[in-house]
């Protein structure tokens, strides 16, 4: 039997992964030789993820997560995805083995982050690309890139698009501003959110914040923030899911998870540019425009080189343990 304690340490290797907001909406269930994935609505976004895809996706890269980091502890691993209801789990049962076959994957899990500042703009080598991307391609899934000049900058109205339509809407605002962490106790606290110095601004308290936010921040000033942040950008990937239901987010998630992993690997980083995706007209247009056809644009990554961030925090392992 595989003992508590490395359930544990791989349960805190999956706990790494990206979330939208840094909600981390899962809970960890612990078995005999077994470890369930669930999702925890109380950590959704209603407003920005109404369909909880993106919550999803965010299983779907803990779940890599826990997969390499089992085959580090000599362990084999079976996934199964159940549905029960409106509500999908992710089932993960561990042999051990001593002949697993491991990838150094598991050395950047806690390396990896989503870097949020300015881009170089040094293009990345043709080999790195190919790297990347060849590895997650899959019948069920597909990535688009845009490498060029001119390729990203026709995909700048879609971002700006999505943006103005996001911060004109005072929900998403609300929701927003709900999951900043302005000051390190408060992340220290919580430990979830988005933490300001992990997005490259000053600590300034909840008070601050929410007049900042207020006051400072609207969709004119994000659209011109976001042009900047576009032409300071080496590449986008969009990532596509061909069926549109929980256990293709979920695969989407662990393609994505691999791409981030590879991408620390080789010094390069990446962040999300999601709002063409989360915005249903601006995502309907990018599917017409763009002849996507039978896929679902889910995901819109920016790359490139840059220096790294303060890396955003985590909860306690105890807190993300279900009893259920």
Known sequence: MITKD???????????????HNTQPWKFKIGNDRISILPDFTRALPVVDSDNHALYISLGCALENLIIAANQFDCETKTTIHNSGNETFIQIDLYQSEEIKKTDLYNFIEKRQVTRNKYSTEKIQKEFLRELFDDILDKC????????????ENLTPYIIEGSNLQFNNKAFVKELVSWFRFSEKEVLIEGDGLWSASMGLPNMGRCIGNFVM???VSAKSEAKRWKKIISKSAGFALFMVKTNDHEHWIKLGQAFQRFGLLATKMNI???????????????EKMIQNYQLNEYTPLLLIRFGYSNPLPYSYRRNINEILSSK
């Open 269 to 283: 980083n990446h962040a999300h540019v999601n709002m063409p995706c989360e915005e249903l007209p601006v995502r």
């Open 141 to 152: 899934l597909q990535v688009k890139l845009f490498l060029s000049k001119t390729e990203i």
């Open 6 to 20: 490395v359930l544990m340490k791989i349960i805190k290797y999956a706990a790494k992964a990206p979330s939208g």
């Open 214 to 216: 207020k006051n400072f």
